[in-house]
């Protein structure tokens, strides 16, 4: 990756964003310096305009950006880096620095959260119980969610369509889950057949 530093006289904007919400999290700048600290320690490093030094997001909060993939822009002057965050990543304790309503973005985060159950198998969990259950059950789980999200689109109210649907979303990224499968994989295929 070959990024032109000097084009905007040694700092390049860097857009932050979470690899598994896809939520912007934040904007800051690098110098050369920062980018191969960066990508020597894959923790974000920011030149720090205020400071006028080097400083790792994270070096006082433990709040780090770990860096999951690199991207740059069609000019070779801005950085798009997708982390993985720990902990708030705005000073003012949230999640970004740009105030947002919420996540828009969350059902990526469910499917994170369903990775890490059948990672982490925790007492008591539904996802737990239902894995336990195996794959005819949680396809079968899949089905009645389907049916119910039917019957609510043509005979119940709005709000029982979207929690049925929400219901049936849910069930299926379990399946997916339970199938080693993600919703990247059926974003690609749902592209390759757009295309």
Same mark, same amino acid.
Request: glycine share 8%; aromatic share 14%; net charge negative.
């Given at each position: 990756m070959k990024i032109d530093f000097e084009k905007t006289q040694g700092l390049v904007p860097v857009i932050i964003q979470d690899e598994q919400t896809l939520e912007v999290l934040m904007l800051g700048y690098? /110098? *050369?310096e920062a980018w191969d600290k960066t990508q020597a320690e894959g923790k974000v490093t920011f030149f720090?305009?205020?400071k006028d030094r080097l400083?790792?997001? +994270?070096?006082?909060? %433990? /709040? &780090?950006l770990f860096v999951k993939e690199t991207h740059i822009d069609c000019d070779n002057d801005t950085l798009l880096i997708k982390v993985s965050p720990v902990g708030p990543t705005c000073h003012t304790g949230s999640r970004s620095c =740009?105030?947002? !309503? &919420? /996540?828009?973005? =969350?059902? &990526?985060?469910? #499917? *994170?959260?369903?990775? !890490?159950r059948y990672e982490n198998p925790a007492e008591g969990s539904y996802i737990n119980k239902l894995r336990k259950k195996g794959l005819n059950k949680i396809a *079968?789980?899949? +089905? #009645?969610? %389907?049916?119910e999200t039917v019957i609510a $689109?043509? $005979?119940e109210t709005d709000e029982d369509f979207v929690n049925e649907s929400s219901d049936l979303m849910f069930h299926l990224l379990v399946l997916l889950r339970e199938k080693g499968k993600t919703l990247a994989d059926i974003g690609l295929n749902l592209e390759g057949r757009h295309k």
């Open positions: 690098m /110098n *050369q720090s305009r205020t400083w790792t997001k +994270g070096e006082e909060s %433990g /709040n &780090f =740009f105030k947002t !309503d &919420f /996540n828009h973005n =969350f059902i &990526f985060e469910l #499917e *994170q959260i369903i990775k !890490d *079968q789980k899949v +089905g #009645e969610e %389907g049916v $689109a043509l $005979a």
